[in-house]
């Protein structure tokens, strides 16, 4: 069967070199005479695989040893609350910047366990641009200061990093993380969930500065929420999704040989323009996010007329590009395109809503 041209929000395309390379794999892995999935996490077949995983994101990242990487379970999800439950122990506040339903979400399950102020929103406008803030409104007693890079459901992205000064900066990168260059020692914790451009499903990277964690968490933290405890055991407290964390380091060992983050970003860039570009020549699509915040990720797009978006994403579907019907929350149309997202994918689609805008 041909493989199809995945636009799927996540789980997402994964490089087809890091697949096969995966099946090649699959049944022995090296001369341990076993599949990865089926080592013990312990053993000292698996510990060069998660080490290597580690050392590989390290390098991508440009980040120093005063940086901690873990691999842990429960998604981004799972971190709205593992964050504050682990820092909020200072002032007992924190800064979110609202830009989209995640960071929303982010900042109610903060306010479980302190205070959290919505520096900015931009809720009323349904998140169609990312709000613009005030430094003078940051609260310099804050625990942390929390944003979410890229929005995943809306397609926007930030494009200029607020100056957070003393204050950690929190960021939700699951859907931009290694596509887009940062000044990553800016930033005091970086969490993402696998499943867009890292690997499978699973896994959450968490890339932690340890002078953050001069506290111990609140006293209500469990155990496997604590970051203290997952870096002392190397993120395995309990037992890892070994299997995500090494088609992750397939995935490091990838877009290394591409040229690492500087030619994700080139390549980014061009798939966006290329649907970017077909937009706004369009007279039947209208592309849904402000422009100076436009995502390089997720492009959302709708013509106007909610029968005609669902007829363009089950025609498409014919066509072999799949996945294309917006997050249930906002319909539309959204197409996710991540580092896997090979030009030509972008290119089959483009000219496929060329042929229907003409068709009518
Ligand atoms: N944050 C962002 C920006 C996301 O896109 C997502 C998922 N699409 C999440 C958080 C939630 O991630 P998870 O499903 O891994 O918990």
């Not at 402000?290 to 959302?300: E, Q």
Request: with cysteine.
């Amino acid at each position: 069967m041909k493989r199809v041209h995945n636009f799927s929000a996540g789980p997402a395309m994964i490089p087809q070199e890091v697949l096969e390379k995966a099946r090649r794999e699959l049944l022995c892995y090296g001369d341990s005479g076993m599949s990865v999935m089926e080592m013990s996490h312990r053993s000292s077949d698996y510990k060069p695989i998660i080490e290597r995983a580690e050392s590989l994101l390290r390098e991508l990242l440009g980040v120093d040893k005063s940086y901690k990487i873990l691999f842990l379970q429960g998604g981004a999800t799972q971190q709205f609350s593992q964050i504050p439950m682990n820092l909020l122990t200072g002032s007992g506040r924190a800064d979110y910047i609202e830009s989209g339903n995640f960071a929303q979400k982010a900042a109610k399950e903060a306010s479980r366990y302190g205070k959290v102020q919505i520096v900015a929103s931009s809720a009323a406008d349904a998140y169609n641009h990312v709000p613009s803030w005030k430094q003078e409104d940051f609260d310099p007693q804050a625990d942390y200061f929390h944003i979410t890079t890229n929005n995943t459901i809306f397609g926007t992205r930030f494009t200029e990093i607020p100056e957070t000064g003393d204050v950690p900066l929190v960021a939700d990168m699951s859907s931009n993380i290694l596509a887009e260059d940062y000044d990553f020692s800016k930033f005091s914790l970086i969490y993402a969930g696998a499943q867009k451009n890292i690997g499978p499903s699973g896994v959450t990277v968490v890339i932690v500065k340890e002078d953050i964690l001069k506290k111990e968490p609140l006293p209500f933290t469990p155990s496997i929420m604590n970051y203290h405890t997952m870096i002392k055991e190397g993120s395995m407290y309990n037992t890892p999704s070994t299997y995500s964390i090494y088609v992750a380091m397939l995935v490091f060992e990838w877009i290394i040989d591409q040229g690492g983050i500087p030619a994700m970003k080139k390549l980014a860039e061009k798939r966006a323009a290329i649907l970017y570009d077909t937009l706004d020549q369009s007279r039947l699509f209208k592309g849904t996010s402000a422009k100076k915040d436009r995502s390089l990720m997720n492009i959302t797009f709708i013509t106007g007329d909610t029968e005609r978006d669902n007829r363009f994403v089950a025609e498409a579907k014919e066509e072999g590009l799949v996945n294309l019907k917006g997050h249930r929350l906002v319909g539309g149309i959204r197409a996710s395109i991540y580092n896997a997202m090979p030009i030509d994918g972008v290119e089959a689609l483009a000219d496929f809503m060329k042929r229907f805008e003409k068709k009518g």
